[in-house]
């Protein structure tokens, strides 16, 4: 149940449903350190971000800021920075020739450029 409130709360939020915004956050609050995680395979990242988020379109910044930052905490101590409101800027992206393996190619050691990859996916 909670992954949903997690995503009602992010459409409320964009669409500027005050009164729903208001009831949902009533919901999350306390759960606000916890992680949303649908059965097991869909993780959301920390309520804290979903909550931060409502509270900043209510105008409460000050709590939104203070939300915000309980997720920044809470994704990085569960080695999720992606889900953080803060780019991480300390590591390459997945994708940038930095992050590529010191050893050998890239290109050799990723499944889509082996021949058997390519005869089966064109």
């Known amino acids: 149940m909670l992954p949903g ?5 992010l459409v409320t ?3 500027g449903r005050i009164a ?11 759960f606000r350190d916890e ?5 097991g395979v869909a993780y959301l990242g920390p309520v804290a971000l979903a909550v931060g988020r409502g509270a900043v379109a209510l105008g409460r ?5 203070e939300h915000l ?3 920044t ?3 990085a101590s569960a ?19 930095a992050a590529a393996p010191a050893t050998g190619t890239a290109r050799a050691q990723r499944p889509w450029n082996s021949p058997v990859w390519s005869r089966r996916w064109g």
Do not use: F, M, N, Q
């Open 20 to 30: 729903d915004l208001a009831g949902l956050l009533e919901r999350l609050a306390p």
């Open 35 to 39: 992680h949303a995680i649908g059965s």
């Open 79 to 97: 080695g999720r920075p992606g889900s953080s409101p803060k780019p991480d800027t300390t590591s390459p992206p997945p994708c940038s020739p």
């Open 69 to 71: 930052e309980v997720a």
């Open 61 to 65: 910044l000050d709590d939104g800021v």
């Open 5 to 9: 409130y997690v995503y009602a709360t």
């Open 73 to 75: 905490t809470l994704a």
């Open 13 to 15: 939020a964009e669409l």
